[in-house]
């Protein structure tokens, strides 16, 4: 079932179509952010900091590009594209999308502050090599990230061809960050129980970036949970 041929066609179409497009547009952008930002965290896990910070730039790039879109997107629906009962939701959902953009810049920006916290990893894994599921299991969080991501974009574009597909794609999104949650939980179980191997700095910089990592997740979910109720009304 297509959402337009429901609610938007009816209301002119060219206008409403090229809004969608920047939403999409929004939506890609912020998957190639994310992704960067995976290519980052794991250059940044390899103790390689020049492409870490390649790559964190190219994230920062991106973060940029897709508030372009985003701020394009809210004009257009202040121009009057979609009926005005789903204005508030789209407005919802690309705010949602971007925020995932601003989590992964925020995360990667944080990392480069105090690069040495992964060479601190490197260290306490030649004391006991247990300690490798943190390091590892940031890079492998990060990639977490980038699924629900691609599947939040997949979500967004199947909205214009197939609403039933959308919505069982915003339903993946919620069994991925489970899976983030998961991994969340044990990275964190492993600093905790080995946490005299690091300074109590490095301790929290960890803990807050499996935080931010998991966020990137939440956001995407969150992003699907306006698609599902977006869809839900169109049912009634």
């Not at 938007?8 to 179509?17: A, F, N, T, V, Y």
């Not at 202040?78 to 810049?105: N, Q, V, Y």
């Not at 601190?120 to 492998?140: F, H, P, Q, T, Y």
């Amino acid at each position: 079932m297509k959402i337009f041929e429901i609610s938007l066609l009816p209301i002119g179409g060219s206008r409403e179509k090229e809004t969608f497009q920047m939403l999409t547009d929004l939506s890609q952008t912020v998957l190639r952010c994310v992704e960067k930002f995976e290519e980052s965290v794991r250059a940044y896990s390899e103790l390689d900091f020049e492409r870490g910070e390649r790559f964190a730039r190219e994230v920062d790039e991106l973060e940029s590009e897709a508030d372009v879109y985003g701020y394009k997107f809210e004009a257009k629906l202040g121009e009057g594209a979609f009926l005005p009962t789903f204005r508030g939701d789209l407005s919802k959902l690309a705010e949602s999308i971007d925020d995932t953009a601003d989590m992964a810049e925020e995360s990667i920006r944080e990392i480069g502050w105090r690069k040495k916290v992964f060479t601190e990893m490197m260290e306490a894994e030649d004391k006991n090599g247990e300690v490798k599921i943190i390091r590892k299991g940031l890079a492998d969080l990060a990639g977490l990230a980038v699924k629900s991501v691609q599947i939040q974009d997949e979500a967004i574009s199947l909205l214009r061809e197939d609403m039933e597909k959308s919505a069982e794609m915003a339903e993946e999104i919620h069994r991925r960050e489970r899976n983030s949650d998961e991994k969340e939980d044990e990275i964190v179980k492993i600093l905790y129980a080995k946490e005299e191997l690091f300074d109590p700095v490095s301790v929290m910089q960890i803990r807050r970036m499996v935080d931010n990592f998991g966020a990137i997740s939440d956001s995407a979910e969150a992003s699907g949970d306006i698609i599902s109720a977006m869809i839900s009304a169109l049912r009634v």
